[in-house]
């Protein structure tokens, strides 16, 4: 019987594990699908590199359907640091509106004055420390590329929106902070500072922490109105149980929704469309499906344009804000360093991101068996203010590829097709098929008061209706921020982390 069980080390939970591990009065078990690679020596390259992300040997290999009809990867981190220890490591925090408007849903805690302490608390940045917004002694270290160290399209990229007129951010987590300048990015050098490395690698040796990898939790145990603990898939077929006074659901915004329809928590007609008894009715359960939507502007490069693809992929960044729009920042512009095949014409990208998205999409249960993959709709650009702005962010965009020096660099434009026009009726219809995720769903198991007929878990991240059960990953978010999700995720495992650690009793422990 442990007193806290965490299902899923990745973002959220590497971070929960790790603050409330300090405790060392509270039993923790850290439950993971995939494997554990305890130190640097023995973690293989994919994860090591952050120059890109690792994208098949610790993924789940799931699709999801961004625009109706079409079907596309999804990839989601399969191993101990979960997505944090596969991605792109941008380390961007979102608008401070982001986290006044989860407050101002039910949800008081997450103001932006009360988010930001754990946002200080997480990291090491290491360009500016000092300032007040800014942590100097955090797990996860941050850095911005100094201009000497920037690919050529990237340092291009930063020319051109100086000509076209976008000022200068050296700090794009300043929190009013708009304009193009260098991503900070949780590496060091090629390491990928994940939540394995930055949380995990100082707290796996506390005896109060014990971390199973290899351990596909199948469903929660539920008795009488309260979680009593999980069963565990075994290599050999078995289900193993293990016990805990309280189980905290990390397993990411499409798993965790998933996982509690299987254990009998959600839609009372889908559950038992798939055979499974519903516990507690929560119609919230996988609606609120809140992303980036983003479509790309792809650049044959000139030929002898010295294109590498071990070099980082992405370095910079444009926050800025559609005109008209009341949202600060909704659109981000990013450079991406190579495109194509290795072995191909010389390539790049520059990506239209949409950042605050007004229409949502959904996860379903793939079935009642663990290993069947959650269904994804992501609905995107069906909202009409989703369209509009993202297709101003494609026209901007396309000006950056006519803008000196990139314009320089291209010797043709490879998507859109040149030949089929760029007016607005073919940017939207381009949109709406092909917009695909910035891989940062979230919103699935949404938090809010018990008066939400959307919400399932309170602020705190406790289940309503269900005790000895709390979510706390990117699912529990009301809204996607205006920023990569990764920071906010381990914000979200600081916060919790730390009331398990302060108080306990809060939770039943
Ligand atoms: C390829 C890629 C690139 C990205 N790039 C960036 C970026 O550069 N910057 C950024 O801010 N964000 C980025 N993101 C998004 C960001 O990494 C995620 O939003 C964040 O890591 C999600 O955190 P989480 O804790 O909610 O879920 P995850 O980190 O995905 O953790 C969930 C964990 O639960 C485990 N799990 C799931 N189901 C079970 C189960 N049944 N039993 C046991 N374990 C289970 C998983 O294996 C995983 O380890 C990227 C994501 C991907 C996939």
Same mark, same amino acid.
């Given at each position: 019987m442990f007193d806290i069980l965490i299902v899923g080390a990745g973002s959220s939970g590497a971070a929960i594990a790790a603050r409330a591990s300090e405790n060392p009065n509270l039993s923790i078990c850290l439950v993971e699908a995939g494997p554990d690679y305890p130190d640097l020596s023995r973690t293989p390259r994919d994860l090591i590199n952050s120059h890109n992300n690792s994208y098949t040997d610790h993924d789940w290999k799931f699709r999801y359907e961004p625009t109706t009809g079409r079907s596309v990867a999804f990839p989601r981190g399969? @191993?101990?640091?979960?997505?944090?220890?596969?991605?792109?490591?941008?380390?961007?925090?979102?608008?401070?509106?982001?986290?006044?408007?989860?407050? +101002?849903?039910? &949800?008081?805690?997450? +103001?932006?004055?009360?988010? %930001?302490?754990?946002? !200080?608390?997480?990291e090491r940045d290491l360009d500016f420390g000092h300032e007040p917004w800014h942590g100097d002694a955090g797990p996860i270290s941050i850095r911005r590329y100094p201009r000497g160290e920037l690919t050529t399209p990237q340092a291009?990229?930063?020319? +051109?929106?100086?000509?076209?007129?976008?000022?200068?951010?050296?700090?794009?987590?300043?929190?009013?902070?708009?304009? +193009?300048?260098?991503? /900070?990015?949780n590496k060091l050098g090629r390491l990928r500072v994940s939540c394995a490395v930055g949380y995990?690698? /100082?707290? !796996?040796?506390?005896? &109060?922490? =014990?971390?199973?990898?290899?351990s596909h939790v199948s469903r929660l145990v539920l008795d009488k109105g309260r979680c009593a603990g999980v069963e565990v898939l075994q290599a050999e077929g078995g289900i193993e149980r293990l016990n805990a006074r309280l189980v905290v659901v990390c397993a990411g915004a499409l798993q965790s929704p998933a996982l509690l329809m299987r254990s009998g928590i959600g839609e009372r007609t889908q559950l038992e469309n798939h055979g499974i008894t519903c516990v507690r009715?929560?119609?919230?359960?996988?609606? &609120?499906?809140?992303?980036?939507?983003?479509?790309? @502007?792809?650049?044959?490069?000139?030929?002898? %344009? $010295?294109?590498?693809?071990?070099?980082?992929?992405?370095? #910079?960044?444009? !926050?800025?804000?559609?005109?008209?729009?009341? $949202?600060?920042n909704d659109l981000q512009i990013e450079q991406i360093s190579f495109a194509g095949k290795p072995d191909g014409p010389p390539m790049f990208a520059i990506a239209a991101v949409l950042e605050y998205q007004y229409?949502?999409?959904?996860?379903?249960?793939?079935?009642?068996?663990? %290993? #069947?993959?959650?269904?994804?709709?992501?609905?995107?650009?069906?909202?009409? !203010?989703?369209?509009?702005?993202?297709?101003?962010?494609?026209?901007? #965009? %396309?000006?950056?590829?006519? #803008?000196?020096?990139?314009a320089d660099m291209t010797h043709s434009i490879s998507f859109p097709d040149p030949a089929r026009g760029t007016d607005d009726a073919t940017l939207e219809t381009l949109c709406r098929r092909f917009s695909a995720?910035?891989? =940062?769903?979230?919103?699935?198991?949404?938090?809010?008061?018990?008066?939400?007929?959307?919400?399932v878990v309170d602020q705190y991240g406790r289940c309503h209706g269900v005790d000895g059960l709390v979510i706390a990953d990117a699912s529990i978010m009301p809204s996607v921020p205006r920023a990569n999700t990764n920071l906010t995720c381990i914000m979200i495992g600081e916060k919790v982390g730390e009331w398990l650690r302060t108080r306990p009793t809060a939770y039943g422990l």
């Amino acid at each position: 019987m442990f007193d806290i069980l965490i299902v899923g080390a990745g973002s959220s939970g590497a971070a929960i594990a790790a603050r409330a591990s300090e405790n060392p009065n509270l039993s923790i078990c850290l439950v993971e699908a995939g494997p554990d690679y305890p130190d640097l020596s023995r973690t293989p390259r994919d994860l090591i590199n952050s120059h890109n992300n690792s994208y098949t040997d610790h993924d789940w290999k799931f699709r999801y359907e961004p625009t109706t009809g079409r079907s596309v990867a999804f990839p989601r981190g399969r @191993v101990v640091g979960g997505s944090s220890a596969v991605n792109t490591t941008i380390a961007l925090r979102g608008m401070p509106e982001d986290y006044d408007e989860w407050a +101002a849903a039910g &949800n008081p805690e997450w +103001a932006w004055d009360q988010v %930001l302490p754990a946002f !200080r608390r997480l990291e090491r940045d290491l360009d500016f420390g000092h300032e007040p917004w800014h942590g100097d002694a955090g797990p996860i270290s941050i850095r911005r590329y100094p201009r000497g160290e920037l690919t050529t399209p990237q340092a291009a990229f930063l020319d +051109a929106a100086d000509r076209l007129g976008y000022p200068y951010c050296a700090d794009a987590n300043e929190p009013w902070g708009y304009g +193009a300048g260098p991503h /900070p990015m949780n590496k060091l050098g090629r390491l990928r500072v994940s939540c394995a490395v930055g949380y995990l690698a /100082p707290a !796996r040796i506390r005896p &109060n922490l =014990h971390i199973r990898s290899h351990s596909h939790v199948s469903r929660l145990v539920l008795d009488k109105g309260r979680c009593a603990g999980v069963e565990v898939l075994q290599a050999e077929g078995g289900i193993e149980r293990l016990n805990a006074r309280l189980v905290v659901v990390c397993a990411g915004a499409l798993q965790s929704p998933a996982l509690l329809m299987r254990s009998g928590i959600g839609e009372r007609t889908q559950l038992e469309n798939h055979g499974i008894t519903c516990v507690r009715e929560h119609p919230g359960v996988g609606k &609120n499906l809140s992303d980036h939507p983003a479509l790309s @502007v792809v650049c044959r490069g000139k030929d002898g %344009l $010295k294109v590498d693809h071990d070099a980082p992929i992405i370095q #910079t960044i444009l !926050r800025y804000t559609s005109p008209g729009s009341d $949202k600060r920042n909704d659109l981000q512009i990013e450079q991406i360093s190579f495109a194509g095949k290795p072995d191909g014409p010389p390539m790049f990208a520059i990506a239209a991101v949409l950042e605050y998205q007004y229409g949502r999409g959904e996860v379903l249960l793939g079935g009642a068996d663990p %290993l #069947t993959a959650p269904i994804v709709h992501n609905r995107f650009c069906e909202d009409e !203010r989703d369209l509009k702005r993202l297709v101003g962010c494609m026209r901007d #965009t %396309l000006g950056f590829a006519a #803008t000196s020096p990139l314009a320089d660099m291209t010797h043709s434009i490879s998507f859109p097709d040149p030949a089929r026009g760029t007016d607005d009726a073919t940017l939207e219809t381009l949109c709406r098929r092909f917009s695909a995720s910035g891989y =940062h769903p979230c919103g699935t198991v949404k938090m809010g008061p018990e008066n939400d007929p959307l919400a399932v878990v309170d602020q705190y991240g406790r289940c309503h209706g269900v005790d000895g059960l709390v979510i706390a990953d990117a699912s529990i978010m009301p809204s996607v921020p205006r920023a990569n999700t990764n920071l906010t995720c381990i914000m979200i495992g600081e916060k919790v982390g730390e009331w398990l650690r302060t108080r306990p009793t809060a939770y039943g422990l």
